[in-house]
């Protein structure tokens, strides 16, 4: 999803008191966070290199 429509969740789910959207974007960003934090611990991008940045350093699998 682009990040526009990002906001424009937010916001929507803001202005209604939307709190389970609300919960789950929390949860989905917190997670998201955990995952570039794990991928830090294993060598891949920088402190304040953003989570697809990072993500993109990953090798392919080799299936």
Partial sequence: MKQHHWHDLIVRSVQAKDE???DSLARHLAECETAKQ????KGYGTQGQGIE???RLVPHSRD
Avoid at 38 to 41: C, V, Y
Wanted: glycine share 0%; net charge positive; proline share 0%.
């Fill in 38 to 41: 794990i991928l830090q611990a």
């Fill in 20 to 22: 389970r959207t609300i």
């Fill in 53 to 55: 940045a990072t993500a």
